[in-house]
Each structure stands twice: as structure tokens, then as C-alpha cells.
């Protein structure tokens, strides 16, 4: 059997999230639909991380095993023409066969959007969420610096995540502003369940001073979920990169 | 009756082009509903250029009289409100009476997308066309070069325009490269019918040796349309800004 990678982009806008559902319309059931038809074969995706609802993705990974022989540099193309003009296939290769999406990945990149005006842009509304107040970005930046390094994200997950674990390591985490698009860009070895849009949330709702705290550092060290600020909308949130 | 002047951005793939059209939906057509509905008049709109169906825009400009004494600074959000999610008003400014969005206007900005790979990327599905044969920008971007300046665009211009002079003057025309995506920038007075779309098919056609010529100097000297290239598809095209 052969294990192939699979690098995909898809816009996750009319999806119930990555992973398989019963009676849902997911990126996954989807694919898996494509390479059935292509192959014949009813396959397994390991997927590199279970998106939610609405969350989009610029190189999402996944994996499965094969015994098609088609080779990988025709199976994009060959899966596109089987897949809605909201999900691609970008490229395929051999994977060795111990390669598993999500537990041989080593870190990952998003990005979050917020197109900051109280006027929608419709070349921003799909992937990026809308917010009026003027956002001051080098605040923003400087308080999204606290969460760089090795910390516990406790406060900072949504119940219902698989993890055990809640300690993460953050090796970027910056606010950026072109015109009005503010751009939060971050990178680890892993997130929680809901971690990006927690923190996001929790950046925006201290900029309002809706939190009686005045930085994010006292909320990281209370472990606390409620210290926190809310989770920030599905539709802002791009997977950018995966890292092997 | 004041004179005001609107800018929007909308995405174009669901309408004729801008033009109010009997039996057709059009920008100018959606929008003038927006404007009955918040100042109860029928307005007549000015635009400041008839953009083909599928064709984009990040900073429209138009233009309407009016009795309605809603501040300027009210206006966009209470259009918006009335308007779909591909078509949204950025700002509203009084104009002076003689003031008209085509008229006087001194120059535009266009870009023109290419996603170039055989491979489709679902968030440049709907404002870059997809070419597959690999592109050299450097190529394309000497030629463009040729362009610049004052000249006859007769060759590049489709039957049907209003425009009686076919002479414009180009200050700029630039094409880059950022991974697959490959843009096109033209800055000039003035555009004749379809004519960013004929310049732009006319170089891919001349990359592709589609073309006896190997330049496009002779094919702008010939003045003739039949000796320059195909139509590029609408949907790559926007109009990004108009100088006044």
C-alpha cells in the first residue's frame, strides 16, 4: 500500500469543519468522495487537524493508503475535476508509511483576518471577520508577545478537545495592519481546541477593556477558561502551513 | 440638489457589468434600489466607467444628484444595509456641482490576476483566471514596457465603444510575479473598450507564440485589432483606483 500526502486549499465557508460527519457536509467527506471516484477505493483520511466550522485553509495536509496506481503527479488534477470550486487539490506526493498527517506534524501556521471597519469589503468578507471599532495594532502586538515561548494554555481552550496535555509553545505570534485588514499571524508546535480564536478574542476584548485585566499575562497564569475574552468568529481564522 | 460622490468595491461575478440594463442585474441597477430605499428618490447614477460583466472593483467611483439631506457620513453604512454582500459603499463625499464620476476623471488603475498553474486555488477562484502553461513575468513585464507613453490604441480595442479616440497615454504597466500568482498593472488616462483584456490576452498570446509577431510594437504601430491577441476573461480583471 502506498501512503500519500495530499496538500489541499479550500474555503471552509459552506462546511461543517474538516472532519467527517455523519449527515454534514464536511472538507473530508468531500475529498473522500473525490478519490473514490478516481480510484474506486473507499479510503481513510488522516486529516493534519480538525478545522471547525467555517474556518478556511491555504495548505491543508492529509494522508491516506492506497493501492492505486495512478501516479502522484496526475492524482490533483485527476481529484479536482471531482471536487466543488471551494476545496483544491495543490499538490500529492509519496509519504513514507509511518507519515501521518496530524502526528507527524511539527507545527503549524495561522492566520486570523479582521477587516476593521464599520463598511464590509466584499473582497474581504468571506476570510476575513468585520470589526468597527479602530483597532490599535501595536498594542495588539505587543501583548500577543506574552504568549510567545513554553506556556500552559488552559485558559485558552475550548471544552471538547481530544488534548491531555495543555502545553503549547508559541514561536511567532504578531498583529500586523495593512489599510484596514489587521492581520494576527501565529505559530507553534500545536493548538488547543479553539486555541487562535480564544486568543484573538481575548486580545480584542482587553483592547475594549471588556476584562478587568489590563494584559494577557495574569489571564495565562490563572489556567482559568473564564479569565479569558471570547472566541472570535470561525470565518477570520486561515490554517497558512503546516510544518514536517 | 447636492452632488455625492460614492466609492464602492464589488465583487462582479454575479452581474452584467455596472451599466443599469433593462432585464439584466447590474451594479448601477442594485445599487440605485439601495439609494430608493434610503432617500426615497430615483436617482440617476453616474459611473465612472461601463466595467464588462464579471469585471471587479475595489474603488468604484459614482455619482448622483440629490435632495436627501442624510449626512455623507451616514449614507454608506445605511446603503450597505440594503445592498447583497458583493457590492458594499467605502465612503460618500460631497463633490462640487460639476463634479461627474466618468467625466472627471484623470486616470485609472487596473490589475488583471493570473493564478498560473493547471492546479485551482480556491481563493483566487473568483477574482484571477487560471493559465496553466508556466508564465515568464520577466518576458511579459518587457513587453508591457512597450506600452508606456502616448499612443494609438486602435488595435486594442473591441467594436462597440463610445469612445471616438483611440490615442491614450499609459504611465504604467508592470508585471509581477508572487508564487503562482501572476499580476498585471496598467496605469493610464484613459481605456478604450475591453482594452486592458486585449492587452493582456495579446502578451499571453505573443508568450505562447500564438502570434506571427514577436513584439508587441508592430501589432501597436499595425493599429489593426485583427493582428492583436484574444480577450482575456473578465473575471481576472479589476478596477483598483480612478484619479481625479
Not at 485588514?181 to 493548538?191: A, C, I, K, N
Amino acid at each position: 500500500m502506498r501512503n500519500l500526502k495530499l496538500t489541499l486549499s479550500f474555503l471552509g465557508t459552506a462546511y461543517h469543519g474538516y472532519q467527517v460527519q455523519q449527515n454534514a457536509v464536511t472538507v473530508a467527506g468531500t475529498l473522500q468522495s473525490a478519490i473514490t471516484a478516481v480510484t474506486g477505493e473507499r479510503v481513510e483520511l488522516k486529516g493534519c487537524s480538525r478545522t471547525d466550522s467555517g474556518v478556511h485553509a491555504r495548505a491543508y495536509v492529509c494522508s491516506f493508503r492506497t493501492a492505486s496506481p495512478i501516479p502522484c503527479q496526475k492524482l490533483p488534477l485527476a481529484l479536482n475535476s471531482h471536487l466543488p470550486p471551494d476545496i483544491g487539490v495543490l499538490s500529492c506526493e509519496e509519504a513514507p508509511p509511518d507519515f501521518h498527517a496530524r502526528y507527524s506534524a511539527k507545527g503549524k501556521e495561522y492566520q486570523y483576518d479582521i477587516y476593521n471597519s464599520p463598511l464590509r469589503n466584499p473582497f474581504y468578507e468571506e476570510t476575513a471577520w468585520r470589526f468597527a471599532p479602530r483597532l490599535d495594532e501595536g498594542k495588539l502586538n505587543a501583548w500577543a508577545g506574552e504568549f510567545l515561548g513554553r506556556q500552559d494554555f488552559s485558559a485558552f481552550r475550548a471544552a471538547g478537545g481530544a488534548d491531555i496535555d495543555p502545553v503549547r509553545t508559541l514561536t511567532r505570534f504578531t498583529v500586523t495592519r495593512r489599510e484596514s485588514l489587521v492581520r494576527f499571524q501565529v505559530e507553534g508546535d500545536g493548538f488547543l481546541y479553539h486555541m487562535v480564536r480564544i486568543l484573538v478574542g481575548t486580545l480584542l476584548d482587553l483592547h475594549q477593556h471588556k476584562l478587568p485585566d489590563e494584559s494577557p499575562r495574569p489571564i495565562l497564569l490563572s489556567r482559568n477558561r473564564a479569565r479569558a475574552g471570547f472566541t472570535a468568529p470561525a470565518k477570520g481564522l486561515t490554517l497558512n502551513r503546516v510544518f514536517y
